[in-house]
């Protein structure tokens, strides 16, 4: 139930985007979170997950706002969000190869919105895309679905500093950074259920 109103709240979001209704997005932006956060809860979730989703639901509460502190706030949300992701992946293994392949998209992403960034929020953008590029970088290690949820999550956040540096967007492009946003973390909150739910049941076998 809760999974089915997650998608219908994405549909209503994307849409509203699409047709540049405003108050459809208001609306439907703030239930994503809570209602993925209900669905992993009612499938056991460990409570890093849980607490991942409703900061990210912070964040998607505070970038609603164009204010510049309403977007550092929001940001942070996101950042406690990564470190929870983080907290799930510390036992992952990662490839040297992926690993390599985020830290020079790191760097080269950096380098290139830096000039363009606000003097004032080049710090703070640059300490995050570290935090989030070492989520997406650490998620591959549980497995294709979370690693592709978290290479969305990456891109996402990567087309929403790409608008503050006033690079060329693609049309409507609020749009393209929801529909990552949302399937990024849908795959990270399935990666990681899944995982957690083949660890119960060798738990319970080996007992």
């Known amino acids: 139930m809760f999974l089915v109103a997650f998608f219908l709240a994405v549909g209503c979001d994307l849409a509203s985007l699409a047709f540049g209704l405003d ?18 809860a009612t499938r056991g979730a460990p409570r890093p997950l849980l607490a991942a989703l409703l900061f990210g639901w912070g964040g998607d509460v505070f970038l609603l706002s164009s204010a510049d502190w309403a977007f ?3 940001m942070g949300s996101f950042a406690a969000g990564h470190v929870c992701y983080l907290l799930l992946f510390r036992r992952t293994r990662t490839s040297p190869l992926v690993a390599g392949f985020y830290a020079i998209a790191l760097v080269g992403a950096v380098a290139l919105l830096w000039p363009d960034l606000p003097a004032d929020l080049r710090i703070p953008v640059a300490g995050y895309s570290v935090l989030l590029t ?19 999550f990456l891109l996402s956040d990567m087309l929403i500093a790409t608008g503050v540096a006033e690079w060329p967007q693609l049309p409507a492009p609020d749009f393209w950074i929801m529909l990552t946003y949302c399937a990024g973390q849908l795959l990270l909150a399935t990666g990681v259920l899944a995982r957690h739910t083949q660890a119960y049941r060798g738990s319970r076998i080996s007992a």
């Open 23 to 40: 108050a459809g997005h208001t609306v439907a932006k703030p239930l994503l979170m809570p209602l993925l956060t209900a669905y992993a």
């Open 72 to 74: 550092l706030v929001g």
């Open 134 to 152: 070492a989520m997406a970088c650490r998620a591959s290690g549980l497995g294709l679905v979370a690693g592709a949820g978290g290479a969305l």
